[in-house]
């Protein structure tokens, strides 16, 4: 289970900085809502402990996505979190 996290270009971020967070399934998919028109980017991060290495506390690993996403968003609908 990876967390994922996405947000757009624009936000006000004084608050939280993403827009939206969850947990990847069991499968390794996640529904994000697109809630705005414009930049968007989704990131994952996924970190493992690590018992042998007396250099590491942690393997990390980090992937992200931008796409833009033309005209109004799609409709909004609730996604699993």
């Known amino acids: ?3 994922i996290c996405a947000t ?7 608050g939280e900085p993403y827009a939206w967070c969850g947990r990847l399934d069991g499968a390794g998919r996640a529904a994000v809502p697109i809630t705005a028109a414009g ?3 989704i990131r ?3 970190m493992i402990p690590v018992r042998d290495d007396p250099k590491a506390d942690w393997h990390s690993y980090w992937a992200s ?4 996403v033309d005209g109004p968003p799609p409709a909004a609908t609730e996604a699993p979190r």
Do not use: P
């Open 1 to 3: 289970e990876a967390k």
């Open 8 to 14: 757009y270009a624009g936000r006000d971020t004084s």
């Open 44 to 46: 994952a991060s996924k």
């Open 65 to 68: 996505l931008t796409f833009h």
């Open 39 to 41: 930049w968007q980017m």
